[in-house]
């Protein structure tokens, strides 16, 4: 339908994927705002994938057995997670778009990039963090964590 079609393209932040993958009552708020939009307007980024795998990645490094399967697990989670929407890619309009953030905004790198990359697609970055991305007034961000 027309409406569905004009609906904003939601891209998920590290902090809220991170929530819908431990569950519970925490993510409950949410999965239901995420369940009032089409699925294929809802996506993530290659800056998220890779936030997430490096935290996971460090962890490869423990020893013990039961440690090394449950991370192995959760890099499983993440991957399943990730090819269940739409992923867009660190590309050179999203460079260009970081490289103009870089020193007139003191956010963290990844922050910015995924920032950029909203920009360049404008969608609206889903977060908790308000305080960083809102200093990028280029950006539409919102926490629907509360």
Same mark, same amino acid.
């Given at each position: ?34 369940a009032?939009?089409?699925?294929? =307007?809802?996506?993530? *980024? ?6 997430q ?11 013990? *057995? ?9 890099l499983?989670?993440?991957? =399943? ?20 953030f ?9 922050d ?6 909203? *920009? ?7 977060? =908790?963090?308000?305080?960083d ?14």
């Amino acid at each position: 339908s027309q409406m569905r079609m004009n609906s904003p393209l939601y891209l998920l932040d590290t902090d809220h994927l991170t929530l819908l993958e431990r569950g519970g009552e925490t993510c409950q708020t949410l999965q239901m705002k995420l369940a009032q939009v089409n699925t294929d =307007r809802i996506s993530s *980024t290659i800056i998220s994938y890779e936030e997430q795998n490096e935290v996971v990645s460090q962890g490869a490094q423990v020893r013990g *057995t039961e440690a090394q399967v449950r991370i192995y697990q959760k890099l499983e989670q993440h991957l =399943r997670l990730f090819a269940s929407m739409p992923l867009f890619s660190f590309d050179l309009a999203a460079a260009m778009e970081f490289e103009g953030f870089v020193g007139l905004i003191d956010v963290w790198v990844m922050d910015l990039k995924i920032a950029a990359i909203a *920009t360049t697609q404008n969608a609206v970055v889903l977060t =908790r963090n308000l305080s960083d991305f809102g200093q990028i007034s280029e950006l539409q961000a919102e926490d629907w964590s509360k």
